[in-house]
């Protein structure tokens, strides 16, 4: 089987955006980090967001659990679990 890239293979621009933003968000923020489901659909991408501290809000008992003054990050498209 041949399987070709596409030379401009990766993510839309509104989707790097969003990548680039929690990135910059883990970088400058002490407090925890969330995002209502995950930002976007790309388990190596949401695991490393993970891995460095991101957590994913998954139902709306989670979101009630969450302190005041966090960050929370929620997708354009919304999420599933009444978030």
Known sequence: ???K???HAGFCFGVRRAVDKVYELIESQEKPIYTLGPIIHNESVVGDLEAK???VIE???QLHSVRDGVVVIRS???GKGGL
Do not use: L
Request: aromatic share 0%; proline share 0%; no cysteine.
């Open 1 to 3: 089987m041949n399987v």
């Open 5 to 7: 890239v596409a030379e």
């Open 53 to 55: 501290g991101v957590k």
């Open 59 to 61: 139902n709306i008992e």
């Open 76 to 78: 354009s498209r919304g």
